[in-house]
């Protein structure tokens, strides 16, 4: 008997994912002018609903926020929109292409595009159109965040026609992202800012919103683990993985201490040398180089190197001073390991006896 499918969902319901909203923020209020008509009004603090009011008061001008997701077109869609008194959302262009409702294409352009189609059918048309011109259309944007302090259970919606306020957004988001290789889950204020702008040939007053993370790098939280969920997965923070691409965080490389003088010369027991071979830093400078003994006198010497109290004797006046291990060394690097480990060390001791001594150079 041929076995049934385990039904627990329906193809393509649960494909598109939506973030679930607990309500709206607004920017003013509208108000009736003297044609009788209301028209917005815009206020320097947020409209909130009774919920934010009870964390943030009745005229909050700075919310705290985190934004749920590393996607800008998830938490700020944004769209020329024409909407109808009753109909609703009639259609919606990027500035190339609008997708509109057949029985609301213009009849000249129904002519040349293929059909036939039914009046609740959606097509592609150019965009803009001239209703961009004569109002019916604007520009519509829906920033979308959470409100950590009254609720993480959905998110909070601020409804704009601002291009500054776009672009204010935009350019913060992709700003912190950059410099900080994420955004979702940081900190961040949400405050309405007074601007004068010119508006029509006149200087007004506009209170514009304005996002900032307030934060330092020593301050910036923990990176929040990466799950499967379509919200999120692939793009919380870039820098979770290492920078070779094997997904593993990179882990930094052991320092080790610096090294003084008297802990030299209390070392009685140094380190092999391939205990400090892969943390180790050139202790000599770039533009200073070991000068190696020549074939004849270069004696032969064990290592590790056994430990001296007093360094070499040269055998002539002018001649470069040497190390125990018969390398001659520069004037230099004598001073430096004379001054450091109390005796004259070629770079190669140096590794080997002491390590690599950090944030000192010969």
């Given amino acids: 008997m041929t076995s049934l499918p385990d039904i627990r969902c ?139 302090e009254v609720s993480v259970s959905g998110v909070w919606q601020i409804d704009t026609q601002s291009r500054a306020n776009v672009l204010e957004l935009s350019s913060v988001f992709r700003f912190l992202q950059r410099i900080l290789g994420r955004v979702a889950m940081l900190p961040l204020t949400l405050r309405r800012e007074p601007v004068r702008r010119i508006v029509e040939g006149t200087s007004k007053t506009q209170h ?42 990179d882990t930094p490389r052991p320092m080790l201490p610096a090294v003084t003088s008297a ?31 020549p074939p004849s006198t270069a004696p032969a010497s064990p290592s590790p190197v056994p430990a001296t109290d007093h360094p070499p004797h040269n055998d002539s006046p002018g001649t470069p001073p040497g190390c125990g291990c018969g390398t001659r060394v520069t004037a230099r690097i004598a001073e430096y390991s004379q001054r450091v480990f109390g005796q004259i060390l070629c770079i190669t001791c140096q590794k080997h006896r002491h390590g690599a001594p950090q944030g000192v150079t010969p």
């Fill in 208 to 249: 514009l919103l304005k996002l900032t993370y307030d934060g330092g790098l020593s301050t910036l939280p923990p990176t929040p683990q990466t799950t499967s969920s379509s919200l999120v997965q692939g793009r919380l923070l870039p820098h979770a993985s290492g920078a070779n691409g094997t997904g593993t965080p």
């Fill in 10 to 148: 329906i193809k393509g319901l649960n494909d598109r994912f939506r973030l679930p909203r607990l309500g709206k923020i607004r920017l003013g209020i509208r108000r009736e002018g003297a044609n009788g008509k209301r028209h917005p009004v815009d206020l320097p603090h947020f409209v909130v609903p009774d919920a934010v009011k009870r964390v943030y008061g009745v005229e909050p001008t700075a919310l705290k926020i985190l934004l749920p997701s590393e996607d800008l077109r998830e938490i700020l869609p944004y769209a020329y929109k024409w909407y109808g008194a009753s109909a609703g959302l009639k259609c919606k262009g990027d500035g190339e292409v609008a997708i509109r409702r057949w029985a609301e294409v213009d009849p000249a352009l129904q002519a040349t595009i293929a059909g036939p189609h039914a009046p609740t059918d959606l097509v592609g048309i150019p965009c803009p159109c001239p209703r961009l011109k004569n109002g019916d259309c604007t520009l519509k944007a829906h920033f979308l965040f959470l409100l950590p």
């Fill in 263 to 293: 802990q030299a010369h209390a070392t009685a027991d140094p380190a092999p040398a391939e205990a400090h071979e892969a943390a180790a830093t050139p202790v000599a400078a770039a533009d200073v180089h070991e000068t190696p003994p």
